[in-house]
């Protein structure tokens, strides 16, 4: 395998960073006024890279190493949520008292709180793990299909990864049942097998279809957090079902990520990719801006700017990446002795 002209630490370390980037830092769940406090800041940071940054660089490298499509990367993601939510930190099956707030009660059936759970899932496989691999295919796309885990890095971050999970189970207050552990790990195993066998262009439109405008794959990418939040809280405060809750979070927030991926997953139209990517993005901007001026978190709203800058850098790399496609195909057009 030759190698990439890039080096392998640059999009190992934009995922470990993207990924509590996006899923902590930016919706407020982890309070940047951590910086306030340096050893507070780094004990905190080194959590969430063992936790998110080791998380996603699993999923991407079995993806790789399994060559699967979106279809496994979003399954794996979603098998991810579940150890986080339900064997470290048992969100999942939190009872009253905690930041789980009303879905410990509306939703919650056989101990299990049923609308959080499902949205939190989707949430961790859309914008915790998908959301960074598809950024940093864009970023450097001479990696997508590299693998950079080599050698003895995979099995150690794989020991990092259960590590901080077993950390995390052992210093969160309240715990879950034996149980909700056991079927939290069957429902993970189970995820893991099927994206396992799942075909590489599963739900993927047919090569050469021409994606959506922008405008329609930067509203699918923006589609989840509002779509889960309006919904959880309509669905509670309205005294919904929670079946139907969970059946319109399904409907309403987590297909258009699965349609947004069907328009786009095949590389073939990076300008799109980063359409959609820009609307998961651009909303947690706006949540972002919301929280500094509505339920203030310090410094927050600066997030907001790095992310804007970093879609920036990325449609930078995108647009020069399509150019010198451009160029060489031209130029392997062009007729021999005419300089292209």
């Known amino acids: ?18 990924s509590p980037f996006f899923a902590e830092y930016m919706t407020g769940s982890t309070p940047v006024t951590l910086l306030l406090n340096p050893l507070s800041f780094v004990i905190s940071a080194a959590f969430l890279a063992g936790l998110y940054g080791a998380g996603v660089l699993l999923v991407r490298e079995l993806a790789v190493r399994w060559n699967k499509g979106w279809a496994a990367i979003l399954l794996l993601g979603t098998a991810y949520g579940i150890l986080e939510e339900g064997v470290a930190v048992h969100t999942f099956f939190a009872t009253g008292g905690t930041t789980v707030g009303v879905f410990t009660t509306y939703g919650h059936f056989l101990g299990t709180n049923w609308v959080w759970a499902v949205g939190l899932a989707g949430f961790h496989g859309a914008v915790s793990i998908a959301l960074p691999i598809l950024l940093v295919g864009l970023w450097w796309p001479e990696w997508r299909q590299l693998r950079l885990l080599e050698g003895r890095r995979l099995p150690l971050t794989a020991a ?3 590590g901080t999970v077993a950390l995390f189970a052992l210093i969160t207050p309240y715990a879950p049942s034996a149980a909700g552990y056991a079927a939290s790990l069957l429902v993970v195993a189970a995820l893991i097998g099927l994206s396992r066998v799942l075909p590489r262009d599963l739900m993927l439109t047919a090569p050469g279809t021409a994606p959506p405008g922008p405008w329609v794959l930067f ?4 589609a989840f957090l509002p779509a889960w939040l309006v919904l959880g809280g309509i669905g509670a ?10 059946l319109c979070v399904l409907l309403f927030a987590e297909l258009p990520v699965l349609l947004g991926y069907r328009y786009v997953g ?3 139209h990076p300008a799109a990719m980063l359409a959609f990517a820009a609307g998961s993005v651009g909303f947690l901007m706006v949540w972002a801006v919301l929280r500094d001026l509505v339920a203030p978190i310090p410094g927050i709203a600066v997030l ?13 790399s995108v647009r020069l990446h399509v150019a010198t496609a451009e160029a060489e195909r031209f130029g392997s057009l062009a007729p021999h002795g005419v300089v292209a």
């Open 266 to 268: 095949r590389w073939e």
């Open 160 to 162: 990092i990864y259960a």
């Open 237 to 246: 405060n309205g005294h919904w079902p929670a079946a139907v809750t969970v």
């Open 1 to 18: 395998m030759s190698e990439a002209p890039v080096p392998r630490w640059k999009p190992l370390l934009a995922l470990v960073v993207l």
């Open 219 to 222: 509203g699918l990418g923006a």
């Open 304 to 316: 907001a700017l790095l992310a804007y800058l970093l879609l920036r850098h990325v449609r930078a």
